[in-house]
T-cell receptor, first 113, second 112 residues
Framework: SQQGEEDPQALSIQEGENATMNCSYKTSINNLQWYRQNSGRGLVHLILIRSNEREKHSGRLRVTLDTSKKSSSLLITASRAADTASYFCATDESGGGADGLTFGKGTHLIIQP | NAGVTQTPKFQVLKTGQSMTLQCAQDMNHEYMSWYRQDPGMGLRLIHY???????DQGEVPNGYNVSRSTTEDFPLRLLSAAPSQTSVYFC???????????FGAGTRLSVL
C-alpha cells in the first residue's frame, strides 16, 4: 500500500509567495525524497534527506524531516510560474533491498502570475 | 547521455491483446523499476530489478511480466490487456546508493 500522503492535495498561490507541502509516511525509512512532475512529463528528482538529517536546503527548496512524527515538509520560497507542477514525496524504506520507492499521491501546485 | 528511454509514448490496445513496453537506460544503473500512475493514486510499483537476471514483484504485479537480460533493458509485458490497465507507465533507474530514481517520459496506454 502507498506510504506517503501529501497535504494539501492542491495549492494555489501568487507568484513570489512561499509554498509549503507536507508529507506523512508509515514505516522506517533510509531516506525521503521529493520529486516534481510537470504536466504530461516524467518525474524529476528535487532533493533527498536522509533519516539522520533534520533539514536540508537546495536553492529555493527547504526540506525538513521529523522521523518521530514520520513527516516531512517541502518549502519552495519566492515561487515562480515555472514552479507550477505536481510534487511527490517518496520514501526509501529501510530493511534492505532496493525495491523501488513508495510514492505519495502528490500535491498539485499552481502559481498564479 | 539519453538517460531513460521509453517506447512507445502512446499505445491503444483492445482487451485481450498483449504488448511489450520498452525501457532502456544508458547510465549503467543497477536498479530499474516500473511504476504505473493513475489519477489520484500517485505512482505504484509494478516490478523492479536489482541487476541483470534478477527481478521481483512490487505492489501491483498482477497482469504484468518483466525480464532483465541486460543491465540496460527492462521491458514490461502485458500478457492479456484489460481496461483496468489503462494508465501511464513510467520506467525508472537508479544506482544502489540512496535509490534516487531517474524517470523516463512515460507511456500512455489505453485499453479498450
Amino acid at each position: 500500500s502507498q506510504q506517503g500522503e501529501e497535504d494539501p492535495q492542491a495549492l494555489s498561490i501568487q507568484e513570489g509567495e512561499n509554498a509549503t507541502m507536507n508529507c506523512s509516511y508509515k514505516t522506517s525509512i533510509n531516506n525521503l525524497q521529493w520529486y516534481r512532475q510537470n504536466s504530461g512529463r516524467g518525474l524529476v528528482h528535487l532533493i533527498l534527506i536522509r533519516s539522520n538529517e533534520r533539514e536540508k536546503h537546495s536553492g529555493r527548496l527547504r526540506v525538513t524531516l521529523d522521523t518521530s512524527k514520520k513527516s516531512s515538509s517541502l518549502l519552495i520560497t519566492a515561487s515562480r510560474a515555472a514552479d507550477t507542477a505536481s510534487y511527490f514525496c517518496a520514501t526509501d524504506e529501510s530493511g534492505g533491498g532496493a525495491d523501488g520507492l513508495t510514492f505519495g499521491k502528490g500535491t498539485h501546485l499552481i502559481i498564479q502570475p | 547521455n539519453a538517460g531513460v528511454t521509453q517506447t512507445p509514448k502512446f499505445q491503444v490496445l483492445k482487451t485481450g491483446q498483449s504488448m511489450t513496453l520498452q525501457c532502456a537506460q544508458d547510465m549503467n544503473h543497477e536498479y530499474m523499476s516500473w511504476y504505473r500512475q493513475d489519477p489520484g493514486m500517485g505512482l505504484r510499483l509494478i516490478h523492479y530489478s536489482v541487476g541483470a537476471g534478477i527481478t521481483d514483484q512490487g505492489e501491483v504485479p498482477n497482469g504484468y511480466n518483466v525480464s532483465r537480460s541486460t543491465t540496460e533493458d527492462f521491458p514490461l509485458r502485458l500478457l492479456s490487456a484489460a481496461p483496468s490497465q489503462t494508465s501511464v507507465y513510467f520506467c525508472a533507474s537508479s544506482l544502489s546508493t540512496e535509490n534516487i530514481q531517474y524517470f523516463g517520459a512515460g507511456t500512455r496506454l489505453s485499453v479498450l
